[in-house]
């Protein structure tokens, strides 16, 4: 097991520097940004330019920003947004945001999604089936910026029951006061429809499967009663499914949701891989690849890895 | 059986597809458009009055018995879509017009822009300035190339003892050395020096200073074949062609400027490896496009360039001098015309920065590595005002709160000496202002209605609830939108779909006179009006009585001419002013007319034979509903004005979202886009040399492709001894923005533009802006404007739209209720706008 997980880890990262190299070529190939500017000096930008090393040839480029990384912590600064600020630092400040909202999305989620998943189960082709199934259809149909103008919309602004915004800081004291939560509320909501209904779904679907196992009648003629052989062998299996979706989820939560993160007001980190590609900051598109490679890669590997927790029958590594 | 049916049917296909094919129409090799010359009338020669205008110092001291200084709170509650672009208000540096939303409250210029006594217009007062500017180029002659006699040229502010930072440190001479000292260091090379040496208040040696020995690259003073026969090295902008950055076969990237006599390859991204023009070198580019006798040989001007050492001065040479504690001296490259004006004006910002601040927000890189002193680097950052710990004001209101992306606050300065020198009086009842991001646009209705914010802006879909309201206002911008044809024949052929025919002037026209710009502005804009020149309302061509160029005698008449409107005794209209406000650019017969003319013409020229199917493409950003209503429109009017044509029946009309639609036109990619152009409404004369003649391929700012200005002959007749004058109207262009060498012609006849009266350059733009718009390349559709909404809580001090300072600005603000009032107000009513 040892030797597969470090087997994993090195061909991750090899495979991170291959696509670090391929995105900064392929990014520094484009054009630069425009420097036309009307009755502005363009020398201006381009001496700057030059003294940034734009000019070097791009493999000297790319082990001059490893070389900053590296040695220094130095992912850059930003140039053409966030001009002048470091990378890292915006990063940072803006992550927590992202996951504290999206934390409390999951939370509510999956309690809420395998409840209903085992309730739905459990009671199969019957009305509370019908009714669980098709609201489960209708959220994960529905994109979840319809749901946040509805909640926004009779929540905040009709029922005034929270403010239409997140909190800033300067109101709020902390991301973790009880006037964040509540201005959190909202967003939280619409985040977790369509998880609750993601969650219900597989779950429903695992376990309704599991349960028509014969080892579930075995389970039940060896005396245990319904809720044991639920609880102990249903849902265990069902869980080898159901818990790399979760440990996906909660992964997942580092790339933020641009559009509920806009609707709400969020100072998240959502907007900005797609901003720094339509600016061309190539310091900003450089540092988010490589975070979401990251995330990628990291979450294969612990998927992979749990499955062997979860059912120890699934062995990895073995050649057996 | 089905099988044999299946390959007889498809034989069948594919013969039809190839006789089609044989029969399908071939547009004529090329199309001439044929000489065109424009007659652009009289001129009355008036020169400048000595010394220019004066300007007027009193101002607008709040509604009488108002009572500004009480102890309430006032918020002004606002918001922003987003900081990523304005994360930047260090004065040296600062970039985009987002920048300046915190910028303008945390400085104060040397003079300031306020409204007059009486709400008319603006005053200009000295603010970080004691005093008025004094002329003081006597005192330099013999010193940094001033001769005697020449006034202009040197100009000294006495400082304003009270201006301190919101520490209380005094401001003093040695301050301002200092931040010029940093605007100009060659180590960072911040971004806005080259407002003290690329326009008309250059000072002395700065650009020398920033540069330090370095090479610039400026426009050719010669002819490249001159350049070269005398053994001057000649450079191209790579941006000519598109592929500055882009990599020779060892993977360096090309730099902007290369010597045209360079071999070096690179490669062209735009065109598929293996065919022709995939891999260029400058001196490909040069002698197969730009050399003499090359088709673009009239751009030399713009993409060839020489390069030029900076001399090696020291700061002692900078025309930047400190007389004593609290006077400064500007020594500027060139007299300022009009000064009275034109130096407040561009004093009317400021470019200090805090010294011990501004020393500890630097860092130092030696080739990319991180070294100790400023001495011995080649490069330094500064984040000099980039966050709330690193801020300074010296303005009415400092940075009391910022959270990245989220919202920051200013608070009142109260060490500003605004607030207790008693010559702002009504001035800045606002407390506070607190700036929130709200990205969406439902969202920010929704914040507005709920009283959580002070004002918002309307979108055309708003319109139908909130027009009526008497809490909107209406703010013009300098922004003209307008519809525009392609007329590259060669690349309206590439276009496979016939819309070569748009090269075809009646054509054009025809369609032009279709659409009526009152309907169009009304029905699909939110607050857009009626649009039928290049500049509107909002340009001011005389700076000192601030007279609009749009309502100039010569600048209606253009437009009434152009549209062919006749007035005075006898005709349609009585007057010019009543032919003008009849004017909406449509009439549907004579729109046939043309459109009759223009199928015979089309069918002469071999360019369409009279059968084949048009179809004219319109680029838009996207295809939302309101695009989908105006492709509509415009489908809906052509059809209409070629009913009974040749064309009728022939004739469509398609949309296409893009995205890049700019640059699409730019490549001479789009048959027809909508354009918009603005900006710099203080000068009406520059704009055309800038923005609408400068290059007919794309390549400059002209969004007309295929329109090229440098082959239209624009005669004019000054009367007496000079006559008429005829040169091509891109020089009638340049010359109206000041250029003299580069059109000997005009500058051997007339002198520089400058030196005549605002009523004479008046009428030598209205003539470019006629001439420019006689060929139907463009249409204007509708003036911009922004509706917005402003909460009841507030009131700005004009109803009407100054130049300069709009309704007043925030200075004015005055307030219906406090804070406190207001929170319970809106949490006991239900705000109804």
Redesign the interface.
């Known amino acids: 097991m040892t030797k597969y997980v470090v087997k994993r880890i090195l061909f991750m990262f090899l495979t991170m520097f291959v696509i670090t190299v391929m995105c900064f070529v392929l990014i520094k190939l484009l054009p630069l940004p425009a420097v036309r500017e009307m009755g502005r000096d363009i020398n201006l930008v381009l001496a700057k330019r030059e003294k940034m090393g734009y000019n070097k040839p791009i493999m000297v480029q790319f082990f001059l920003y490893l070389k900053s990384i590296f040695t220094e912590w130095d992912w850059g600064v930003g140039e053409q947004m966030y001009e002048g600020l470091g990378i890292w630092d915006v990063m940072m400040q803006k992550l927590p945001y992202t996951i504290v909202v999206n934390l409390y999305s999951i939370l509510l989620s999956i309690p809420l999604g395998l409840g209903l998943g085992i309730y739905a189960a459990l009671k199969k082709n019957k009305w509370q089936d019908a009714v669980i199934s098709t609201m489960v259809m209708v959220f994960i149909s529905v994109p979840s910026y319809v749901y946040a103008f509805l909640v926004q919309y009779i929540f905040c602004f009709k029922l005034n029951w929270f403010p239409l915004q997140l909190a800033s800081l300067s109101q709020a004291g902390s991301l973790v006061s009880g006037k964040m939560f509540v201005s959190m509320v909202p967003a939280i909501m619409s985040l977790s429809f369509g998880s609750i209904a993601g969650f219900t779904r597989y779950t429903r679907a695992e376990l309704s499967e599991v349960l028509t196992g014969d080892y579930m009648l075995l389970a039940r003629t060896k005396g245990l009663t319904k809720a044991q052989a639920i609880s102990r062998h249903a849902l265990r299996n069902a869980m080898v499914v159901i818990l790399p979706m979760i440990i996906g989820e909660f992964i997942g939560i580092l790339g933020g949701s641009m559009i509920i993160e806009n609707i709400f007001g969020i100072p998240g980190i959502g907007n900005l891989y797609v901003n720094s590609i339509n600016v061309r900051d190539y310091n900003f598109f450089m540092a988010l690849n490589i975070f979401y490679t990251l995330i990628g890669l990291v979450s294969g590997i612990v998927i992979d890895i749990s499955y062997g927790f979860i059912d120890p029958r699934i062995r990895m590594g073995s050649k057996k | 059986m089905k099988k044999v049916l299946a390959l007889a049917a498809a034989s069948c296909l594919m013969v039809g597809t190839v006789s089609g094919l044989a029969e399908g129409f071939t547009p004529a090799p090329s199309y001439d458009v044929g000489e065109r010359t424009f007659y652009a009338g009289t001129v009355n020669l008036e020169a400048a009055p000595v010394g220019g205008g004066s300007i007027t110092t009193d101002i607008y001291a709040g509604e009488e018995g108002k009572d500004y200084t009480d102890e309430k709170m006032y918020t002004f509650n606002d918001f922003t879509s987003a900081l ?2 304005s ?2 208000w ?1 004065v040296l ?1 600062w ?1 985009t017009s987002d920048d300046s939303a915190i910028t303008d409250y945390i400085i104060t210029g040397f003079y300031g822009f306020h409204m007059n006594s009486d709400k008319t217009g603006y005053s200009i007062t000295p603010e970080a300035a004691a005093e008025m500017p004094v002329d003081v180029t006597a005192e330099y002659v013999g010193q940094y190339g001033i001769k005697e006699g020449e006034t202009g040229k040197a100009w000294r502010i006495a400082l304003n003892p009270d201006l301190c930072f919101n520490d209380g440190t005094k401001v003093t001479a040695d301050d301002y050395v200092y931040s010029m000292q940093q605007q100009l260091n060659p180590k960072i ?1 911040n ?1 806005r ?2 407002s003290w ?3 008309t208040f250059s000072i002395v040696n700065a650009k020398n200073y ?2 330090a020995g ?1 090479t ?2 400026d426009a050719i003073p010669d002819t490249a074949e001159n350049l070269l026969s005398a053994g001057t090295e000649v450079y191209l902008d790579m ?1 000519f062609w ?6 020779d076969a ?4 090309a ?2 400027y290369v010597s045209i006599a360079d071999e070096t390859l690179y490669r062209d ?1 735009a065109v598929e490896e293996g065919k022709a023009e995939d891999w260029v070198s400058a001196k490909y580019l040069f002698d197969n496009y730009l050399a003499a006798g090359a088709p673009y040989e009239s751009y030399q001007g713009d993409y060839l360039k020489v390069a030029n050492a900076a001399k090696d001065v020291t700061w002692e040479d900078v025309g930047l001098k400190k007389i004593d504690d609290y006077t400064i001296d500007f020594v500027l490259e060139a007299a300022v015309a009009e000064p009275a004006f034109y130096v407040p004006y561009n004093l009317s910002g400021n470019f200090l920065v805090k010294k011990d601040l501004y020393e500890a927000c630097k860092t130092f890189y030696k080739e ?1 590595a ?1 070294v100790e002193t400023e001495e011995e680097a ?2 330094v ?3 000099y005002c ?2 709330l710990e690193k801020t300074v004001s010296y303005g009415p209101y400092m940075l009391t ?1 910022f ?5 920051y ?1 200013l608070s009142r300065n109260e060490n500003w000496f605004g607030y207790h020198d008693g010559k702002h009086l009504g001035q800045y009842q606002t407390d506070a202002i607190v700036v ?5 646009h ?2 920010q209705l ?2 507005f ?2 009283g ?1 914010v002070d004002g918002v802006g309307l979108q055309s879909e708003d319109m139908d609830k909130y027009a009526s309201s008497k809490y909107i206002h209406y703010t013009p911008q300098s922004y003209t939108t307008k519809l525009t044809w392609n007329t590259d024949y060669a690349k309206l052929v590439e276009h496979g779909t016939n819309s070569q025919i748009l090269v075809i002037d009646e054509f054009r026209k025809g369609f032009a006179f279709a659409l009526d710009a009152n309907d169009f502005a009304t029905s699909y804009t939110a607050a857009g009006t009626a649009g039928f020149g290049m500049l509107n309302y909002m340009y001011c061509y005389n700076p000192f009585t601030g007279e609009a160029y749009r309502d100039s005698v010569p600048a209606k008449k253009a437009l009434v001419e152009l549209f062919g409107m006749e007035y005075g005794e006898g005709k349609d209209y009585a007057t010019l002013d009543e032919a003008y406000e009849a004017m909406t650019g449509y009439n549907m017969d004579y729109a046939r007319e043309l459109m009759a003319v223009a199928a015979d013409k089309a069918i002469e020229a071999g360019i369409w034979d009279g059968e084949a199917a048009i179809t004219l493409d319109i680029r838009v950003y996207n295809s939302d509903e309101i695009y989908n209503k105006m492709y509509n429109y415009f489908k809906t009017q052509l059809t209409e004005a070629v009913k009974g044509t040749k064309f009728e029946g022939k004739i469509d009309m398609t949309m296409t979202p893009d995205a890049d639609y700019y640059e699409t036109n730019y490549s001479g990619g789009a048959d027809m886009i909508f354009t918009t152009w603005g ?2 409404a203080m000068d009406p004369f520059g704009v055309f040399a ?2 609408y003649c400068d290059a007919s391929d794309g390549s400059g ?1 002209q969004m007309e492709y295929g329109y090229d200005t440098s082959k239209i002959m624009v005669t004019y007749d000054f009367g007496g001894e000079i006559g008429e004058v005829t040169d091509t109207l891109q020089h009638w262009a340049m010359w109206a923005n000041n250029a003299t060498a580069d059109v000997p012609v005009i500058f051997e006849k007339l002198g520089a533009f400058a030196d005549y009266a605002y009523s004479t350059r008046c009428e030598v733009v209205a003539g470019v802006e006629h001439a420019f718009l006689n060929w139907f390349t463009t249409t204007s559709l509708y003036y911009r404007n922004v509706a917005s909404l402003t909460s009841q809580k507030v009131n700005w001090a004009s109803d009407t739209y100054l130049n300069v300072i709009g309704f007043g600005g925030l200075e004015y603000y005055t307030y219906n209720y406090d804070d406190a009032a207001w929170a319970d107000y809106i949490a006991n009513n239900t705000l109804v706008y």
Do not use: F, H, W
């Open positions: 990523t672009s994360m930047n260090d540096s970039e090379l971004r020096a080259d040496y690329d326009g920033l540069y370095k610039t690259y941006s598109g592929i500055v950055g882009a990599p060892d993977g360096n990237p730099p902007q991204a990319g991180q080649d490069e950052k500064s984040d980039r966050s709160s959270q990245l992306d989220k919202e606050t929130s991001v709200i990205a969406d439902a969202t929704l914040a209605e709920k959580e900006g710099a800038r923005c700012n």
